[in-house]
């Protein structure tokens, strides 16, 4: 059992470029999430599904976007890379909304020059 | 809007002491996790709290909420090394679902 898979693990952009995180779960899992994490702040939301078909806003939306293509997958796109967008990212998973914990991803770690 | 306090963020231990990590949080949250993250690492689920009064422990860790305090403690008995981690908590925000995280505790217990 994988659990939850993200790929890349390491990246470096150059600002201006653009690239797709993703994130893949054999949990059967309905709600899935993207964090970042930087140094001193713990986790920020970017966005997160509650279920398949949808997705919203969290904490930190701004230059990100993402798709979930099914049950399985959610992925997060970078338009337009900023060296701001220097980061840890986290995709997490849990069953539902409600009294389950977060399974996370193993973490992508995004530098941008 | 829930806001999450952890102190100390960061704490320097002897192998065999006691210590205590604390969560505050701003408004109302009837469930509180707990995770553990390593150098480098994931994120790894430690405790689940759901309900006021709740304590769980694990080995030299327990974890106890007081829902009307707003507190969570994560208490580390007797450390050892291998304890030595962020620890972080989060708690439950009905409103949206979502667990709002706190900056985290960087513990680092000598030998």
């Known amino acids: 059992n994988a659990g939850v898979t993200q790929t890349p693990k390491f990246q470096v952009l150059k600002t201006g470029q653009s690239m797709t995180l993703q994130c893949a779960q054999d949990?059967?899992?309905?709600?899935m999430y993207w964090y970042r994490q930087d140094p001193g702040m713990g986790l920020r939301l970017i966005y997160y599904?509650?279920?398949?078909?949808?997705?919203d806003k969290g904490e930190v939306p701004n230059g990100y976007n993402v798709s979930r293509l099914n049950k399985r997958e959610f992925s997060l796109r970078l338009e337009s890379a900023a060296p701001s967008q220097t980061s840890v990212y986290f995709c997490?998973?849990?069953?539902?909304?409600?009294?389950?914990?977060?399974?996370f991803g193993q973490g992508t770690r995004l530098t941008v020059v | 809007e829930l806001k999450v306090e952890q102190n100390p963020l960061f704490l320097s231990m002897q192998e065999g002491k006691n210590y205590t990590i604390y969560c505050n949080y701003s408004?109302?949250?009837?469930?509180l996790y707990w995770y553990r993250q390593d150098p480098g690492k994931s994120l790894e689920s430690l405790f689940v709290?759901?309900?006021n009064g709740a304590v769980k422990q694990e080995g030299r860790l327990m974890a106890s909420l007081d829902t009307k305090a707003r507190l969570s403690t994560l208490h580390i008995t007797a450390a050892v090394h291998d304890l030595s981690a962020t620890y972080f908590c989060?708690?439950?925000?009905?409103?949206?679902?979502?667990?709002?995280w706190g900056a985290g505790t960087k513990l680092i217990i000598k030998p």
């Open positions: 989060a708690p439950h925000m009905d409103s949206n679902y979502q667990l709002i």
């Open positions: 709290l759901l309900s």
């Open positions: 599904s509650a279920s398949e078909g949808t997705t």
């Open positions: 408004t109302t949250s009837d469930r």
């Open positions: 997490a998973t849990r069953a539902g909304t409600g009294e389950t914990e977060a399974f």
């Open positions: 949990m059967n899992h309905n709600s």
